[in-house]
């Protein structure tokens, strides 16, 4: 069994940054790739960030040159830095583990945490 904790989130000025942390326990197959993902009130959950075990990287256009992802192999653990946060980045974030770059793919999810940019 996979768990996946989420750590990190709160409110952030526009322009400022945050960092998320997500830890996942479980074998290193399951947990192969390990993605963000962000739902706003009234939207549907898209995909922010991924990056598999060998830092390969996949990143939401909404999100290039702003978000870096980036992943501790041996904790299993990966962070998603944000800088220059917009309102409309103002979500749930949502962490991710699975076995695959098929990101239909049901995977283990955390629980999500708030991510509020706003003045």
């Known amino acids: 069994q996979v768990q996946v904790a989420e750590f990190g989130g709160g409110l952030v000025q526009p322009g400022g940054s945050l960092r998320l942390s997500c830890a996942a326990s479980?074998?290193?197959?399951?947990?192969?790739?390990m993605a963000w993902y962000r739902q706003a009130p009234g939207k549907q959950r898209e995909l922010v960030a991924a990056v598999d075990s060998g830092g390969s990287t996949n990143y939401a256009d909404s999100v290039k040159g702003r978000f870096t992802i980036s992943r501790d192999t041996a904790k299993n653990t990966v962070y998603l830095q944000m800088n220059s946060l917009k309102p409309e980045d103002t979500a749930g974030y949502y962490c991710?583990?699975?076995?695959?770059?098929?990101?239909?793919?049901?995977?283990?999810w955390g629980q999500g945490t708030q991510v509020t940019v706003s003045s």
């Open positions: 479980g074998s290193s197959f399951s947990i192969y790739v």
């Open positions: 991710k583990a699975q076995p695959t770059w098929f990101m239909d793919f049901v995977g283990y």
